[in-house]
């Protein structure tokens, strides 16, 4: 049998976690190019799959969903467009920063992720054009204790971190609020880089905010990640196992065009 206890039946004295969806809308040289690189993928992978069958076009595509995920962070991810293109200007890190704006008036402690490093580096720069100091932790980040005393003990507002750097094993109670700049399939994933703040020994409420393009694979992946997350509930309430994967169904959803 399995014993399972959810963290807000052990640890019940924490406050108040509140998620929130803002929707983000693509401007129009962004979702041409949305809609153009959505296409050449759709008839890519479609191809693929006649060829090679579902179970063997993966890589492709991934490569499609990675590049569709890119456009909608920003279009400068996507090294393989037009440099013209790659300028399409992004409705989300603009966005972005209008909330960091907002929030760092009412002196919240603003945790910031993203599964880009190169996306983390676009804000970097933001931030600094505005004269933000923020921390910063990847991959490639030497000390990582410094980065996190930094922002725990106050010296900065910010804290810039890649999800796979950073999802699990910190403690970062001096946040309030968690911002996920791109979603990801596994809800767990998310939640754990949630958890970094709400925690053992958090005592203020925690704002979580999900910025979702509109209309694009972004809105379609938190489909995904919430039949995830009703079968993985069931899973662990029933012991029942099925298989969590991506199907044909699921495929014309994410490859549908934009609705106006």
């Known amino acids: 049998f399995m014993l399972r206890r959810t963290k807000d039946k052990v640890a019940t004295e924490l406050p ?19 809609e153009t690189v959505r296409v050449a993928m759709d ?36 090294k393989s467009l037009p440099s013209k293109k790659q300028t399409a200007g992004s409705a989300k890190l603009i ?21 880009f490093t190169s996306m983390l580096e676009l804000i970097q720069q933001e931030l600094e054009a505005r004269d933000i100091p923020y921390a910063l932790l990847t991959g490639d980040t030497k000390d990582r204790s410094a980065q996190v005393a930094a922002f725990q003990q106050g010296a900065v507002p910010i804290f810039l971190i890649s999800l796979k750097a950073g999802g699990v094993g910190l403690n970062l109670t001096a946040a309030d609020t968690v911002i996920h700049y791109d979603p990801w399939w596994n809800p767990a994933a998310e939640n754990q880089a949630t958890d970094r703040a709400w ?24 489909v995904l990640q919430q039949k995830k997350s009703d079968l993985a509930q069931s899973i662990l309430a029933e012991g029942e196992s099925q298989k969590m994967a991506l199907t044909q169904e699921d495929l014309q959803q994410i490859f549908a065009p934009l609705v106006e």
């Open 16 to 34: 108040p976690k509140t998620e929130i969806i803002l929707p983000v809308e693509l401007g129009g040289v962004q979702r041409d190019l949305y």
């Open 43 to 78: 008839r890519k992978v479609r191809d693929e799959i006649d060829r090679k069958g579902l179970a063997r076009s993966h890589i492709v595509i991934l490569e499609a969903l990675l590049k569709l995920r890119q456009v909608c962070c920003d279009p400068r991810l996507v």
């Open 95 to 115: 966005d972005l920063m209008q909330m960091v704006e907002d929030l760092l008036e009412e002196n919240r402690k603003i945790l910031v992720f993203s599964q």
């Open 199 to 222: 925690r053992i020994g958090q005592d203020k409420p925690v704002f979580v905010y999900k910025l979702i393009a509109k209309g694009t694979l972004e809105e379609k992946i938190q």
